[in-house]
T-cell receptor, first 116, second 112 residues
C-alpha cells in the first residue's frame, strides 16, 4: 500500500524568505502526486499536481514542486513567502490500493507559520 | 470553474437528531467523495460514489448514510451520532476516480 511522509510537523519562516516543504512517498510505481493547502476551518485547495512528464511543476500562488524518482520525493518550494501563505500543507499520493481501488493517501501535514 | 459547494457551513446536533449534509458540483464530474477530518489530522476517506453508485465504503458506521441522487449532488445523512463524530466533513469531486479531486469548503459538525 502507498504511504506519504511529511517529516516536518511545523515550520516557521520569515516573510520574504524562501520555503521548502518536504514530502516522501512509498509506492511501487510512479504515483500521481498532489500538494493541497488548507487554511483554518476551510476546505483543501489544490496547489499543484504531477501525473507525468516534466518533473518540475508549477502551481498557483507562486508555488512549484519537483518530482525526484530516485529519492521518492515531491518537495514543495516557494522563493518568497507571503504572510498569507500561513496554513496547513498536505502532500497526497493517488494510487491503486491493494484492493485495486484508486485512492488519495494524505501525509499528516505541515503547518506553516510566517513571521512578519 | 472548479467549485464544490457544501451546506450548511456549520451544524450543531444532539445525539438523537437526524440531519443531512449536502454537496453539489456542476463540473460534470462523475466521482464524488465524503471525507472526515479531525483537528490537526489529514482527511480520512469515508465514501466514494462513481457514476452515482457507491464504489467505496471505508467501514463507516451505519449512523452515516450516503446518498447520490444525481451526478451533481451528494448527501450524507446523519442519525444517532456520537460526540466523537464531531469533525470537519469535506466533500470532493473528480472527473473520474483516478483524476484530480477538488474539495468543497466543508461542514463543521458538532455533536452534543
Amino acid at each position: 500500500a502507498q504511504s506519504v511522509t511529511q517529516p516536518d510537523i511545523h515550520i516557521t519562516v520569515s516573510e520574504g524568505a524562501s520555503l521548502e516543504l518536504r514530502c516522501n512517498y512509498s509506492y511501487g510505481a510512479t504515483p500521481y502526486l498532489f500538494w493541497y493547502v488548507q487554511s483554518p476551518g476551510q476546505g483543501l485547495q489544490l496547489l499543484l499536481k504531477y501525473f507525468s512528464g516534466d518533473t518540475l511543476v508549477q502551481g498557483i500562488k507562486g508555488f512549484e514542486a519537483e518530482f525526484k524518482r530516485s529519492q521518492s520525493s515531491f518537495n514543495l518550494r516557494k522563493p518568497s513567502v507571503h504572510w498569507s501563505d500561513a496554513a496547513e500543507y498536505f502532500c497526497a499520493v493517488g494510487a491503486r490500493s491493494g484492493a485495486g481501488s484508486y485512492q488519495l493517501t494524505f501525509g499528516k501535514g505541515t503547518k506553516l507559520s510566517v513571521i512578519p | 470553474d472548479t467549485e464544490v459547494t457544501q451546506t450548511p457551513k456549520h451544524l450543531v446536533m444532539g445525539m438523537t437528531n437526524k440531519k443531512s449534509l449536502k454537496c453539489e458540483q456542476h463540473m460534470g464530474h462523475r466521482a464524488m467523495y465524503w471525507y472526515k477530518q479531525k483537528a490537526k489530522k489529514p482527511p480520512e476517506l469515508m465514501f466514494v460514489y462513481s457514476y452515482e453508485k457507491l464504489s467505496i465504503n471505508e467501514s463507516v458506521p451505519s449512523r452515516f448514510s450516503p446518498e447520490c441522487p444525481n451526478s451533481s449532488l451528494l448527501n450524507l445523512h446523519l442519525h444517532a451520532l456520537q460526540p466523537e463524530d464531531s469533525a470537519l466533513y469535506l466533500c470532493a469531486s473528480s472527473q473520474g476516480q483516478a483524476d484530480t479531486q477538488y474539495f468543497g469548503p466543508g461542514t463543521r459538525l458538532t455533536v452534543l
